[in-house]
């Protein structure tokens, strides 16, 4: 984000739950995040392990309220993992360096891809384009 003086700032460290939370889906109401209406350049890691899950290049508004992405920062970003229940089969995403749980793919999007990673906010952490450590360095 950009503060008043210009200056851009990496978001703050996430508190990271205990290990054995990384799986349970902690979801926050929809428009609550700080990401969800979020247009700045950058990319976006888990807040857990810092790995690079997506690029700001890839996100679009879905209106439903989560951040959305068409696509991952890398093929290996990511993992799905089919969620079976009496009524349908979704695709539940977790980071594939720490297996925390990130949202849910859905094969509602837009072109290119006609994917839709619907993420929770706080399973992510923001970095600007050009910030040390960011896209760009």
């Not at 508190?15 to 990384?22: F, M, T, W």
């Not at 889906?25 to 350049?41: G, I, K, L, M, V």
């Not at 959305?68 to 089969?89: H, L, M, Q, Y």
């Amino acid at each position: 984000m950009t503060d008043r003086d210009g200056t851009r700032d990496v978001d703050p460290p996430v508190e990271r739950p205990a290990p054995d939370d990384r799986r349970i889906a902690r979801t926050e109401q929809a428009f609550t995040s700080p990401h969800w209406n979020r247009t700045d350049r950058g990319s976006y890691r888990c807040a857990w392990c810092g790995r690079d899950l997506f690029d700001s290049s890839a996100k679009f508004e879905s209106s439903t309220g989560w951040p959305s992405f068409t696509d991952t920062a890398v093929p290996t970003s990511v993992v799905g993992i089919p969620e079976k229940n009496r009524f349908f089969t979704r695709i539940e995403v977790r980071c594939a360096g720490c297996e925390s749980h990130l949202g849910y793919l859905f094969r509602d999007g837009p072109d290119p891809t006609g994917l839709r990673y619907c993420v929770n906010g706080s399973a992510l952490q923001f970095v600007p384009a050009g910030a040390e450590g960011g896209p760009g360095q």
